[in-house]
């Protein structure tokens, strides 16, 4: 197949370069170059900014396009329109943060989605921001490829070269050992998606031209299978110590960021389920899923090999997720002296 991507220098984009290398398709990359453009030497790179700058894309044709960079409507609007002539299929790289309601397990793609306001400026300043325009950005590529796009509504997706540090700071906090942290409820469902589980649906999806809007997330699980696992693979004699929800709630620890794949469902039930979409018709439609201990290997790995986390710039600036050291420490003394 003749594939061009959006993107494909950081994560997502990047292990969907690498899977359609292996199957032996020809690849085209479109960014800007500002990053990993030391990679893919051997594929054909385009240079331009598809915030005004599409111009490299002229009078080209691919069987098939995956857009992974896609942020806001206009920018998606814009490639998709540019291209609708010019390729068979547009595979748009969503999010599941596109729902509305959290506070239900079970969320499939017929619940309602975010809707931002018309004027709405394009920034990505919350959660909200980020799935309401991600919602745009698919409604933007349906209107230009009628049934020839597929939204991918991923959930949080993990691995090797994933800048985020929320599923590498576990896998690495727990590898080194001692007593961790671990964030009560338990039993909190989480769901995650290894990022070369989701490249090579994607191309399989791809060449069968399905388009259509899919929940590609992970198989269910609780926190605590979650951690015990990333514990199991790791070998690791972490001693994990279960802290109470409120107790970290009150002491000011950011869900999600701070604790990654905590969401305190019980302090703030509206994310309850955030970990906990439906994506049986990603499943039936042939999504599979790598064993968690393959992930955590993996991903220890490239985090051992590349060094601690820094501060990321994907599109978004990001912090990396997770607790320093001397934070956890100190919550777990206070923690104690509490308990006893
Ligand atoms: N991480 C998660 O858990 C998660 C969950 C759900 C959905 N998602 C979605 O998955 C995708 C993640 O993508 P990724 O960052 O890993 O993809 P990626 O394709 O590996 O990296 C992003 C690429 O976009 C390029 N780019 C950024 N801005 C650009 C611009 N204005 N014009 C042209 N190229 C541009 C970057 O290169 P240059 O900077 O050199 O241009 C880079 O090659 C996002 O769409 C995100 O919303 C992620």
Redesign the pocket.
Known sequence: MRIL?????????????EAALARGDEVT?????????QLFREVEQLR????GDLSALAGRSWDAVV?????FPR?VRASARELADRVDHYTF?????VYADFSRPGIDESAPTLELAPDAPEELSSPEA?GGF?ALSERAVEEALPSRALK???????GP????N?FTYWVTRIAEGGEVLAPEPRGQPVQVVD?RDLADWVLRMADERRGGVFNAAGQGTTLEAFLTGIQDATGSDADLTWVDERFLADAGVEPFQELPFWLAPNVDPAWAYFLALDASQAVRAGLTFRPLAETVGDTLAWALESGPAGPK???VAMAPAGMSPERERGLLDVWRRRAA
């Open positions: 991507v959006l993107g494909g220098t950081i994560f997502v984009g990047r292990h969907i370069v990359l479109f960014n800007r170059g500002l990053h990993g453009a331009g900014d598809r915030d857009d992974t960079s896609g942020y920018a790289i969503s999010s599941g943060s980020y991600k991918v509504r991923a959930g949080v997706i993990v070269h994933d800048p985020t929320r990022a710039d994907v599109g």
